[in-house]
């Protein structure tokens, strides 16, 4: 029986989860409910699809305990009737997920336009070939953990970190353990940019239904690499979101990552709270050993033998990328395939010097400087910060700002705010040691005295 007051509870429920979720959610999922029958004892809806009840129970459960009668289980008591199609019961207005047939055996995903955009998998990124240490163990785990067992464990899984730490590695790794133990499941792996280009595409061919039902029905785990990109492209974000919660309403498995953890996106409150569902898990910089470790792996696989003390020369000056890590296996490789030569730490000095500098660029401040100029001139720190014109404390402050502009990967303008100095006063300090140190060896050698002192240190 269908009384006013148990649709006023149903209103009164709908008014309530209006303010708890978008716009676009609620009149895609909520607005298609239809009480058919509601008394004490039990609540009788028709909703368009199986989705749309998954979506209710999944995300309302508290609240529809709440308005609605409920078991003695404490589950609410409510029976869903699926419509049937030919109905047309719902305003055309509306636009509800249409029901969707499942996918069939038979059904070739790879005449799809859309599996055209998908990202190949990198046969080098396994789970083996990752090296494990304390700063990757626990993402490494959680991402075995989701590959093993896909939309049952962590989802979503988040995975942030900086450039080159194994990110789209471990993304790529899941893919590939999936596809290897799970062949009926179908894996979508996709750069967050391929996912915008897709979308304008669909959006041209006036195939955008056919892409999101590609997204919503081929598709049981989603991988998509470095999200980041979905900042400030407001409308794709809400495409992106409505397409994340459909899969994960169905159970499907989706792996993200991106280069910093989702509150400090500049993504709606709505997708960073998505984003932050299921387990958010940072893959840091690999310590001394496990980048020894890498460099080993790296170099094993390339048929390179390194002794010890290069690889620890290497990974001391290599601390922030395993990517240049690789690099520096790469460009030993290539010298040693055209030379004769053993791997030695003078050898491998020289010829990966620059990117120990890159290193060292990245890492240095103002402040690094002044105290090693301060140290090497005899000056003290303060001195060198303040006006005096005195020249025993002029030319160690122009040293100061010159190898700051040399080593420091900033404009002059930043550079000049570090000192507390316009950027001209800085162009100005840079020119006047450039002229002196072509005459004066003295001030040469104690400009380089500086410079090895920030190496060794950084
Ligand atoms: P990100 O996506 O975080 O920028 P990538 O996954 O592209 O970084 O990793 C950069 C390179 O470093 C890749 O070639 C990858 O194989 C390698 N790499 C990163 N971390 C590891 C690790 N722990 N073990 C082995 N290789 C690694
Ligand atoms: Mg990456």
């Known amino acids: 029986m269908l009384t006013c007051e148990a649709v006023d509870v149903w209103s009164q429920f709908l008014e309530y989860v209006k303010t708890k979720c978008s716009l676009t959610a609620y009149n895609n999922w909520l607005s298609p409910i239809i009480v058919l029958e509601a008394g004490e004892e039990k609540v009788q809806l028709q909703v368009p699809n199986i989705f749309v009840k998954?979506?209710?129970?999944?995300?309302?459960?508290?609240?529809?305990?709440?308005?609605?009668?409920t078991t003695i289980n404490g589950e609410p008591s409510i029976e869903f009737v699926i419509a049937k199609q030919e109905k047309k019961i719902?305003?055309?207005?509306?636009?509800?997920?249409?029901?969707?047939?499942?996918?069939?055996?038979?059904?070739?995903?790879?005449?799809?336009?859309?599996?055209?955009?998908?990202?190949?998998?990198?046969?080098?990124?396994?789970?083996?070939?990752?090296?494990?240490?304390?700063a990757n163990q626990f993402v490494k785990s959680a991402a075995v953990g989701v590959a093993a067992r896909p939309g049952q464990s962590y989802n979503p899984l988040f995975i942030h970190g900086g450039v080159g730490l194994g990110k789209t590695h471990?993304?790529?790794?899941?893919?590939?353990?999936?596809?290897?133990?799970?062949?009926?499941?179908?894996?979508?792996?996709?750069?967050?940019?391929?996912?915008?280009?897709?979308?304008?595409?669909?959006?041209?061919?006036?195939?955008?239904d056919r892409m999101k039902r590609f997204y919503r029905?081929?598709?049981?785990?989603?991988?998509?690499?470095?999200?980041?990109?979905?900042?400030?492209?407001?409308?794709?974000?809400?495409?992106f979101c409505n397409?994340?919660?459909?899969?994960?309403?169905?159970?499907?498995?989706?792996?993200i990552t991106c280069d910093k953890p989702p509150s400090q996106l500049k993504l709606s409150e709505r997708m960073v709270a998505r984003m932050e569902w299921g387990l958010v898990a940072s893959v840091g910089m690999p310590d001394l050993e496990t980048r020894v470790a890498i460099l080993q792996h790296k170099a094993e696989q390339k048929g390179l033998e390194i002794p010890s003390n290069v690889a620890f020369l290497i990974a001391e000056h290599i601390h922030n990328n395993v990517?240049?890590?690789?690099?520096a296996i790469n460009r030993l490789s290539a010298y040693l395939r055209l030379l004769n030569q053993s791997i030695t730490e003078d050898l491998a000095e020289k010829?990966?010097?620059?990117?120990?500098?890159?290193?060292?660029?990245?890492?240095?401040?103002?402040?690094?400087?002044?105290?090693?100029?301060?140290?090497?001139?005899?000056?003290?720190?303060?001195?060198?910060?303040?006006?005096?014109?005195t020249k025993d404390i002029a030319i160690p402050r122009q040293v100061a700002m010159f190898?700051?502009?040399?080593?420091?990967?900033?404009?002059?303008?930043?550079?000049?705010?570090?000192?507390?100095?316009?950027?001209?006063?800085?162009?100005?300090a840079v020119k006047n040691i450039e002229k002196k140190i072509i005459e004066d060896e003295t001030l040469r050698r104690q400009i380089d005295m500086v410079r090895r002192n920030l190496e060794t240190q950084h």
Do not use: W
């Open 54 to 69: 998954e979506y209710l129970l999944s995300n309302y459960k508290k609240e529809l305990c709440a308005f609605l009668p």
């Open 323 to 327: 990517r240049q890590l690789e690099g």
């Open 403 to 428: 190898l700051a502009k040399e080593l420091i990967n900033e404009s002059l303008v930043m550079i000049g705010n570090s000192f507390g100095k316009t950027h001209s006063t800085i162009l100005h």
């Open 170 to 208: 471990l993304l790529h790794s899941i893919g590939h353990y999936v596809k290897e133990n799970n062949k009926r499941l179908r894996v979508q792996c996709i750069t967050t940019e391929a996912f915008i280009n897709q979308l304008v595409d669909s959006l041209r061919n006036k195939s955008i």
């Open 217 to 239: 029905m081929n598709v049981d785990v989603l991988l998509v690499d470095d999200i980041q990109f979905l900042q400030n492209r407001p409308n794709f974000e809400e495409e």
């Open 243 to 255: 397409t994340f919660e459909t899969l994960i309403n169905q159970k499907k498995q989706i792996v």
């Open 351 to 389: 010829l990966l010097r620059d990117m120990f500098q890159l290193v060292v660029r990245e890492k240095l401040t103002v402040e690094n400087i002044l105290k090693s100029v301060s140290a090497v001139f005899q000056v003290r720190v303060t001195d060198l910060k303040g006006d005096g014109r």
């Open 90 to 134: 719902l305003s055309p207005a509306i636009h509800i997920p249409k029901p969707l047939a499942m996918p069939t055996q038979m059904e070739n995903t790879s005449e799809d336009p859309f599996v055209s955009f998908e990202s190949k998998l990198n046969e080098q990124y396994l789970f083996s070939t990752f090296i494990e240490g304390p």
